[in-house]
């Protein structure tokens, strides 16, 4: 039986590099002889195929032999899911898709709109009707992977690694489980930073640390804002001092933000973010109030992500400016704020019944021209390393940013008694722990419940 199509889809894939004209980058060396190759052997597999009675794809029944005219391609049908904000860009890749590949097959692709952050809950509740390829957060993988729904990545799978960094890379971390990749790595820049407005913060001094940042902006009586009544923000203090939270194959958190030994105690955190809700120059805001803030000149820096950046960038224009998490004083000592790393992915439905097609167009949406296509029209950071490294992306402010931050950010691998415990410490801490609580105690309570068993009735 001739080759299956998804080898030789395997074998003439191209590279993700820059791909110039002679088809001689690093990354992208060859691609125009790849292609030329790719189409001809498709032609002689394809019409070899059809005589033979052998499909060319999963699902695709093989003509009887002799029946079908020579060359004659399969229909193929695929769906992909994918934010509202990227349909007229996916729109495009696919079209281009179509065209790249359009001696492989008679495809028919349906795209669909679905958000990354609700993907999961989607997927898991009807995989059968789910697409075959979809959009999703990184921190979803696990429970997709627990519901059956993720497809193992078996294309490219060697320089798809590559390309994203190499074994070690967050972002392969991020899409794979013990060892296997399970999504094709389509961004890197779900995380947060520091904005700031260069009229106010005229040096990577007056950045560097939180204690600078509050008495710049109490003198102009101006504010420095967060989020700390949020577990997702919050986190930033507690890893930063090196304290740990990590979830289990069961779901259940383990956590010691209550320490009470080591280079610093919980109670040395606590304190710290108390010093700082309870500055004249902090305000605790949520994302809509950040921007309202941006905008009316009431903060002049914050703590948010490459979300809120073009909003930022045109409120203070020729002042805007962005970089790493600042330091924050804990038992008396400058700390380096940590942050949560976050991805977005692209995976393939274990459901899907052209999976090996599925898997090359979630491949071809991911490539470096494609995430370069996606920075450039939706200034959405690109996972693969040469693309980020490219002066284009390097110049984006919230972008290098968050490349900066990246070394001190962790995964968000955390269940779900999380969030609630969390939120109820950070407002307390807001409110300047209003009820003089013992800070011992306070702490105690809140890993109590971080920590709870998961009811999965």
């Not at 189409?39 to 093989?62: H, K």
């Not at 961004?187 to 204690?211: I, R």
């Not at 804990?330 to 097609?357: D, I, P, R, T, W």
């Not at 494609?370 to 200034?379: I, M, S």
Request: glycine share 10%; net charge negative; aromatic share 10%.
């Amino acid at each position: 039986m001739e080759q299956p199509i998804a080898q030789i889809y395997k074998d003439f894939s191209f590279g993700a590099g820059i791909i110039s004209e002679r088809g001689d980058s690093e990354n992208g060396r060859g691609y125009y002889m790849k292609k030329r190759l790719f189409a001809l052997v498709m032609a002689g597999t394809l019409a070899i195929t059809c005589f033979s009675g052998c499909s060319l794809l999963p699902g695709q029944e093989g003509k009887e032999e002799g029946s079908s005219e020579k060359g004659e391609k399969q229909d193929v049908a695929i769906t992909l899911w994918g934010a509202e904000d990227d349909q007229e860009m996916l729109s495009g890749m696919v079209e281009s898709f179509k065209m790249e590949f359009k001696e492989a097959a008679d495809w028919d692709i349906s795209l669909g709109m679905e958000s990354e952050k609700d993907a999961k809950d989607d997927v898991l509740n009807d995989p059968e009707s789910a697409a075959d390829v979809f959009a999703f957060a990184d921190d979803q993988l696990d429970d997709l992977l627990n519901g059956g729904t993720l497809h193992e990545i078996t294309l490219d799978v060697d320089a798809v690694i590559e390309e994203n960094g190499g074994q070690e890379s967050a972002v392969v971390a991020a899409a794979s489980k013990d060892g296997n990749l399970y999504a094709y790595p389509m961004t890197s820049d779900n995380g947060y930073f520091m904005f700031y407005n260069k009229k106010y913060f005229k040096s990577e001094e007056d950045v560097a640390s939180f204690d600078n940042m509050l008495k710049i902006a109490a003198a102009k009586k101006k504010k420095v804002s967060m989020t700390i009544d949020d577990g997702y923000y919050i986190l930033s203090f507690f890893a930063g001092a090196g304290l740990e939270l990590t979830k289990g194959d069961d779901d259940v958190n383990s956590c010691n933000w209550n320490a009470k030994d080591g280079d610093y105690k919980g109670t040395d955190v606590a304190k710290a973010i108390l010093d700082i809700t309870g500055s004249k120059g902090f305000e605790n805001v949520q994302d809509v109030e950040f921007v309202k803030g941006v905008k009316d000149g009431s903060i002049i820096a914050g703590v948010s992500g490459t979300w809120n950046a073009a909003e930022v960038k045109k409120a203070w224009g020729d002042d805007y400016a962005a970089t790493k998490l600042p330091t924050f004083t804990c038992a008396g000592e400058q700390v380096q704020m940590a942050s949560y790393a976050g991805y977005k992915l692209v995976g393939v439905n274990a459901y899907s019944q052209n999976a090996e097609a599925a898997m090359q167009l979630a491949r071809y949406i991911t490539n470096y021209d494609n995430q370069v296509k996606r920075f450039q029209e939706r200034g959405l950071g690109p996972s693969n390393v040469m693309a980020a490294d490219s002066e284009e992306v390097k110049a984006n402010p919230a972008i290098a940013a968050l490349a900066l931050q990246s070394q001190y950010a962790i995964l968000q691998r955390v269940g779900e008694n999380f969030w609630d415990p969390a939120r109820t410490l950070g407002a307390i801490l807001v409110e300047g722990n209003s009820d003089k609580a013992d800070l011992q105690k306070l702490l105690d309570t809140a890993v109590e419940g971080i920590t709870e068993p998961v009811n999965k009735e």
